[in-house]
């Protein structure tokens, strides 16, 4: 599975922003996906995650309730949409393809997307 992300770019604080995440290959229904993220001079963190049909998410308690992850299976894409954004949700947003929903292990990591959230 091949992933690219996009989307990525400078918002203020309190704006949106929608991230794609476009994969090739045949077998990404068969995938859970996630979101990452990684600030400067920090670990790179998990975001959200949903499964393989789309009815299961989760997140990270920084972004609950202003975040939320989707996913298409039809156009091989998911999505990251970010709500009421915050100067902490700048970093380079990553896509996956989970080893198994509920896990942050990574088969797959596409290549990261830039968001600057200004104050």
């Known amino acids: 599975v091949q992933l690219q992300a996009s989307g990525g770019g400078l918002v203020q604080a309190g704006g949106s922003l929608r991230l794609s995440c476009a994969a090739s290959g045949r077998t990404f229904s068969s995938y859970a996906m996630g979101w990452f993220r990684q600030a400067p001079g920090k670990a790179r963190e998990f975001v959200a995650g949903?499964?393989?049909?789309?009815?299961?998410?989760n997140y990270a308690d920084s972004v609950k309730g202003r975040f939320t992850i989707s996913r298409d299976n039809a156009k091989h894409t998911v999505y990251l949409r970010l709500n009421s954004t915050k100067p902490e949700d700048t970093a380079v947003y990553y896509c996956?393809?989970?080893?198994?929903?509920?896990?942050?292990?990574?088969?797959?990591w596409g290549q990261g997307t830039q968001v600057t959230v200004s104050s």
């Open positions: 996956a393809a989970l080893g198994t929903y509920g896990s942050s292990a990574v088969d797959y």
């Open positions: 949903i499964n393989w049909s789309g009815a299961s998410t």
